[in-house]
């Protein structure tokens, strides 16, 4: 399955504590801190008057509350979808960002009982093409590791760091895709 080719917004959740200490979070339902709730209400003065209509959240409440940051300031309510949970990082949840992730992303290790970046990306891919559906434009508010699944698919590089609360403009190009960030 190819990702639909429509423009969307893209906002990675505010700052978690595990953030902050370059932590690997996964499927762990950890909170925003101060910093992320602060960094998510910013983002929704960055998306107000954007004309967003949909806004579709993994279900995690890092990504779920800076959803409803948003929703709140644009006038929306919030859809979740379970595909745009983060990737399980298996027994690596909970530890430090190494070595490992790198191997991940390009497809030669996967940590125990952990999705492989292969898996994500299909699921990544399935769950944007539901919110692509709906009436747009789309927010699509998730994690870190998903966005870099979409970038895989989207032909660009993927192991690339997705700043906490910055709206991305994602559009089809005639060579790919363009990503433009709104501090």
Known sequence: MELARTPFWFLRHGETD??????????????LNAVGAAQAQAA?????????????????????DTAIAVGRVIGRDVALDEELREVSFGVNEGQPMADWFATWVDGTFTPDNAESFADLRARSVRAINRALAL???VLVVAHGALFRAIRAEMGLEANVRTPNATPFWCEPAQDGWTLTPYP
Request: net charge positive.
């Open 18 to 31: 595990w953030n902050a200490r370059g932590w690997s979070q996964g499927n762990i339902d950890i909170p």
């Open 135 to 137: 009436t747009a434009p």
């Open 44 to 64: 929704a003065l960055v998306l107000r008057n954007r004309g967003i209509a949909t806004i579709i959240s993994s279900p995690l409440s890092r990504a779920h």
